[in-house]
Every structure is written in structure tokens, then in C-alpha cells.
């Protein structure tokens, strides 16, 4: 058994910490860029946080921005367009944002299939804590009880995936009032904090705990060996 475990491919866990969001996507484009050629045999999960901010995916309709540049200034958030598949979103503090990095070619060449299998990690990661989630036909992202906890857009090229999901633990959720969160309307956005206070939990579990679960859900949902990198992602790009 500790050979097969040994042989596994692995899923490299690279933790950013606070980043600003051009920072961030500036630094999984090089990733994505590094998986491409083969300079990073391995895939990998980013994983960090954002300082308040939008972002308009491909599909994006401007009327679902609510808010104007001022009042987005106002509140100190920063407003990106972006490559990624979706609407507009809201990222933030106590938000965990995830980049998976992925060579599809490797697993399925099927993005679809993908973005069943992102819900699927977010969905095993969420009930170790305790939360029920699931799917809501037509719809990507995973939800609880109808309200929205996590939001997913993604990009490829080559078959290897950027960009990635916005899970909400102690997010401040008045921010998605910016918005039409997804462009879907009157959606009800959750978060980890908010679902474990309706059960009676005096506190929310802390933002390194639900990284170690949805880092670990990750690696068991597409049969990957979780490591920490340490440097070894930075180091190749």
C-alpha cells in the first residue's frame, strides 16, 4: 500500500497568505505557464487571500455591478476584468481563493467534468465541517440549504486550468451587496461562519483548518498526494 501511495502523481499545496489580487493572478498566470512547458511536473493549488475586491469573468453584464466606482472606492475595493469563466464575484478577507493549476491532459480532458470535480472537493471539504452541501441544477458553485458558500470560475489553455473558487468562511458577506453575485438574482450568499453559527457553534472553524480539509479533499477527489511545496512552485517560475 505505501509503494501505491508513493507512486501517486502530486498535488503541490502552495500557500500565499494576504495577497493583492494582481499579485495573485499575475503569479498563477506564470504558474499556469510553468505547467504548460513542463517546467512544474506536478499540479498545484494556490491557495490564498484577497484584499476586498471585484472581478468581471467573460460573461460579465455590467448592470449585474450594482455599485458605482465611487462607492467601490468608497469601501476600499479594487474592480479587475478578468479571462476566467463566469459573471462578477466578490473576493475578500475570510474568503479562502484556491487556484488549482491542473494539466487536464492528466486527468480528463473535459472541463465539465472539471468543474463537477472542484464542486465535488468543495462539497467532501465542507462536510468534514460539519455543513451539508450539494449542487443546484444549471448552476456551478456548491450551496448549502439554498444559499451560495462557494463561487467557481475557471480558465484553461492547453488543458491546463488558472483561475479557480471563492470559498466563504468568515467573509463579510455586505460586500456581494455590490453585485449580482454570479449574475444570479436574489441568490442568498452564505458562509462557513454563518452556517456554523445557525447550529449553535460559539466559534467559526479558523481559516487554516478549512485549508487543510479542502487541500486534503482536493487530493482525494482527483487521487493526488497532497505536499506542501515549500518554494518549490516559486522556484520554477
Excluded at 460579465?60 to 469563466?85: D, H, I, M, S, Y
Excluded at 451587496?177 to 438574482?185: D, E, K, R
Aim: proline fraction near 4%; aromatic fraction near 8%.
Amino acid at each position: 500500500m505505501s509503494r501505491e501511495l508513493n507512486t501517486k502523481r502530486e498535488l503541490w499545496i502552495e500557500r500565499l497568505g494576504v495577497m493583492p489580487y494582481a499579485q495573485a493572478l499575475d503569479f498563477q498566470r506564470q504558474v499556469a505557464k510553468a505547467r504548460i512547458s513542463g517546467e512544474i511536473p506536478e499540479d498545484v493549488l494556490l491557495l490564498v487571500e484577497h484584499p476586498p475586491v471585484v472581478t468581471m469573468g467573460r460573461s460579465a453584464k455590467e448592470k449585474n455591478l450594482l455599485a458605482t466606482p465611487a462607492l467601490l472606492a468608497a469601501r476600499g475595493v479594487e474592480l479587475f476584468e478578468v479571462e476566467r469563466g463566469g459573471d462578477v464575484t466578490f473576493h475578500g478577507p475570510g474568503q479562502l481563493v484556491g487556484y488549482p493549476i491542473f494539466d487536464l491532459k492528466q486527468h480528463r480532458q473535459d472541463l465539465h467534468w472539471y468543474l463537477r470535480q472542484v464542486e465535488e472537493a468543495l462539497i467532501q471539504g465542507l462536510a468534514q465541517l460539519g455543513i451539508e452541501a450539494g449542487r443546484e441544477e444549471g448552476l456551478t458553485g456548491v450551496w448549502t440549504a439554498g444559499r451560495k458558500i462557494a463561487s467557481i470560475g475557471v480558465h484553461a489553455r492547453d488543458w491546463v486550468t488558472w483561475h479557480g473558487f471563492a470559498l466563504n468562511v468568515t467573509t463579510d458577506l455586505s460586500y456581494f451587496g455590490l453585485m449580482v453575485p454570479c449574475g444570479i438574482q436574489e441568490v442568498t450568499m452564505t458562509s462557513v461562519q454563518a452556517e456554523t453559527a445557525l447550529r449553535g457553534d460559539v466559534e467559526s472553524p479558523s481559516m487554516e483548518s478549512v485549508s487543510a480539509l479542502i487541500s486534503e479533499s482536493f487530493g482525494a477527489v482527483f487521487d493526488l498526494r497532497v505536499t506542501t511545496s515549500l518554494g518549490a512552485v516559486a522556484a520554477a517560475i
